[in-house]
C-alpha cells in the first residue's frame, strides 16, 4: 500500500557501501510500502544491519538514495532529517540500554527526546517516568521493574524494555535489529507477538532483519534476502520457506549444499 | 626492503599518523564545543561530572599535594643546609606548589582517575550500541555525552588546584614546623611575602587547560573505541597516556608563555 500519491513509505535506490577493499552493499533497491513489515534475511556479513543503519543515519552510504516518504533522506537539511528520523523507532538487538540509568528512566528518556522534537515541550521526568510505567506494562512488565537497572534483567526482559522504549514517541517506522537472537524459542515468540502489536497498534512500518526464519514469518509480511550486498530475492513473507528462489530455499532450509557459499577469510 | 629508505618511511609514516591524530582530536574538540552555544544544554549530565570529576577526586588530590608539599620542605632543608638559606623553603615551596606541582599532580591523579572513567564509560557505551540508540533518540551523542563533559573538566580542576595549593603550602609548614623547627610566625611571613597572585592564577589557567586535555581525551578515546572490550581496554590506556604526555607538553608552553620573560 502506497500514500495518497504512489510513493512508498521507504525507498532505497542504488544504496552502495564499502568498507576499505570489503563491498558491503551493491546497488540494493527496496521499496517498503506503508503499512507493511519487511523482513531482511541474510547471512553473517552479507549486509543486513550496515542497510539498516544507513536508513538510521549511523552509517554514511557510498551512493544511492534512502528516501522517506519522497524525500531523500541523504540530501534533505539537517532539521529535515533529524524531523524524518523523529518518525523512527528502533529496537537493537542487545537492547542497548543506557546502564547509567534505571529501566525506568531509560523509557522515560525516549519519551522525553520524542516528545520535545515534536512538540516543543518537553513532559517533566515526573510525567515521564508515569508514561514510562504505562508503556513498560504495554510490552508485558510490571510498571516497577522501572526501579531496576537493566543488568539486573534477562536479555527477554531486556529486549521488551528495548521495545518500550522504541515506541516512546509513537514513531511511524520501526526498525528491528535481529529482536530474537539470544533468546530461546518461547521467548522469542513472546517478543515477536509484542513486535507485531506494537506495530499494528501504531500502525507502523516496519523492517526486521533476522537469521530466525520463525520469527521472520510471525513478524514479516513482505520478505527480502540480501546476499554479498545485493538483494537477490523479494516477496510475501508466507513463502520465504517455499520461495522457488534457490539461495532462499537454502537459506531458509540451513541446507550446507546449495548456491550459497561459506567465505572463509584467509 | 632498503635499509635506508625503510626505517625513514616509518618514521614518515607515523609522522603522518600522529598529524592525522590530532587533526581529528582538534576537529573533535571544535565540534563539541560548538554545542555550548547550541542548546539544549544538559545540565544533569554536567552537574553529575561536576561531582565525579572535582568532588570525587579530592581526597586523592589533597594527599597528593599534602605530602608533595612536605617532601619539598625536607628535600629543599637538606639541599639548602649546603648553602646555608634554609629559610628560602617558604619561599621555594609556595613557589613549586602553585606555579607546578600543584596543577600537574592534580592533572596526573584526575587523568589516570576521571580519564580513565570517562573513556571507559563511552567507550562501553559505544560498542554495546548505547551511543546508536542516543542518535535514534533524536539525541546528539556529542551533545549529550562530550560537551558537559569538557565544561565540567574545565570548571573542576582549578577548583582542585586550588585546594591543592592551600594543602601543598600546609604540608611544606607542616614539615617545617614540627620536624625542621622553623618557627609558625615566621614560615607564614614566608609564605606570605613568596606568594604572588600571578603565580597562583597562572596555576589556575593550567589546570583549567589540563582539566580540559584529561576530558577531550577520555571522551576522545571512549567515543572512538571499537572491538569490544578489548577496545575499550585500549581506548582507557590511550586516553590516560595521551592526556598525561599532552598535560606536560602543554604545562611547558604554558610556563613558557607566562615566565619565560
Not at chain 1, 503499512?35 to 551512493?63: F, H, N, Q, W, Y
Not at chain 1, 514513531?171 to 530461546?184: A, C, K, V
Not at chain 1, 516477496?235 to 520461495?243: F, Q, T, V
Amino acid at each position: 500500500m502506497s500514500n495518497s500519491l504512489g510513493i512508498p513509505k521507504i525507498r532505497i535506490r542504488g544504496l552502495h557501501k564499502a568498507f576499505g577493499s570489503k563491498i558491503v552493499l551493491d546497488g540494493v533497491d527496496l521499496d517498503v510500502e506503508a503499512g507493511t513489515s519487511m523482513v531482511i534475511i541474510g547471512g553473517s556479513g552479507s549486509g543486513k544491519s550496515v542497510l539498516l543503519r544507513c536508513i538510521l543515519g549511523l552509517i554514511e552510504p557510498d551512493a544511492g538514495t534512502i528516501e522517506i516518504d519522497g524525500e531523500n533522506l541523504l540530501t534533505a537539511s539537517r532539521s529535515k532529517q533529524d524531523a524524518l528520523r523523529r518518525q523512527i523507532g528502533m529496537l537493537f538487538q542487545n537492547g542497548a540500554l543506557f546502564d547509567s540509568m534505571s529501566v525506568g528512566e531509560n523509557v522515560a528518556f525516549g519519551v522525553r527526546a520524542k516528545h520535545s522534537d515534536r512538540n516543543g515541550a518537553t513532559p517533566s521526568r515526573t510525567q515521564a517516568l508515569q508514561i514510562a510505567g504505562g508503556l513498560l506494562e504495554q510490552v508485558g512488565l510490571d510498571p516497577s521493574v522501572g526501579e531496576l537497572s537493566p543488568s539486573e534483567l534477562s536479555g527477554g526482559m531486556q529486549k521488551r524494555v528495548g521495545l518500550a522504549r522504541a515506541i516512546a514517541g509513537n514513531p511511524n517506522i520501526m526498525f528491528f535489529d535481529e529482536p530474537t537472537t539470544g533468546l530461546d524459542p518461547i521467548m522469542g515468540a513472546v517478543i515477536d507477538g509484542l513486535i507485531v502489536d506494537c506495530v499494528q497498534k501504531l500502525g507502523s512500518t516496519a523492517i526486521a532483519i533476522t537469521h530466525d526464519m520463525a520469527s521472520a514469518q510471525r513478524i514479516g509480511n513482505r520478505a527480502a534476502m540480501l546476499y554479498r550486498g545485493k538483494l537477490i530475492w523479494q516477496g510475501e513473507a508466507s513463502e520465504l520457506m517455499n520461495s522457488g528462489n534457490a539461495m532462499v530455499d537454502q537459506f531458509t532450509h540451513g541446507r550446507r549444499e546449495g548456491p550459497i557459499t561459506m567465505e572463509l577469510r584467509k | 626492503m632498503n635499509a635506508v629508505l625503510d626505517p625513514i618511511a616509518a618514521l614518515g609514516r607515523a609522522a603522518l599518523g600522529l598529524i592525522k591524530q590530532a587533526g581529528a582530536l582538534a576537529l573533535f574538540a571544535l565540534e563539541a564545543l560548538s554545542h555550548l552555544v547550541r542548546p539544549p544544554f544538559y545540565w544533569r549530565i554536567f552537574f553529575s561530572s561536576l561531582i565525579e570529576t572535582g568532588f570525587f577526586s579530592l581526597p586523592v588530590v589533597a594527599l597528593t599535594a599534602l605530602f608533595s608539599g612536605a617532601v619539598i620542605a625536607l628535600q629543599s632543608y637538606v639541599g639548602f643546609g649546603q648553602y646555608h638559606v634554609q629559610s628560602a623553603i617558604a619561599g621555594i615551596v609556595v613557589l613549586a606548589v602553585t606555579r607546578e606541582l600543584g596543577p600537574v599532580l592534580a592533572g596526573l591523579m584526575v587523568a589516570g582517575r576521571v580519564g580513565a572513567a570517562m573513556s571507559a564509560q563511552i567507550g562501553t557505551m559505544r560498542v554495546t550500541d548505547q551511543i546508536d540508540a542516543l542518535t535514534t533518540l533524536s539525541t546528539d551523542p556529542m551533545k549529550y555525552l562530550v560537551t558537559p563533559r569538557l565544561l565540567a573538566g574545565t570548571l573542576a580542576l582549578p577548583c582542585l588546584v586550588l585546594v591543592a595549593d592551600i594543602l601543598g603550602v600546609m604540608g611544606g609548614f607542616t614539615v617545617s614546623v614540627a620536624k625542621l623547627g622553623f618557627s609558625p610566625s615566621t614560615y607564614i611571613t614566608a609564605t606570605l611575602d613568596s606568594l604572588k597572585t600571578m603565580d597562583v592564577v597562572v596555576g589556575l589557567v593550567k589546570a583549567a587547560v589540563f582539566g580540559f586535555l584529561i576530558a577531550l581525551l577520555g571522551c576522545y578515546n571512549g567515543y572512538n573505541s571499537r572491538g569490544g572490550a578489548e577496545g575499550v581496554g585500549s581506548a582507557t590506556t590511550a586516553a590516560v597516556v595521551g592526556a598525561s604526555i599532552l598535560l606536560l607538553l602543554f604545562d611547558y608552553l604554558l610556563t613558557d608563555l607566562f615566565f619565560s620573560q
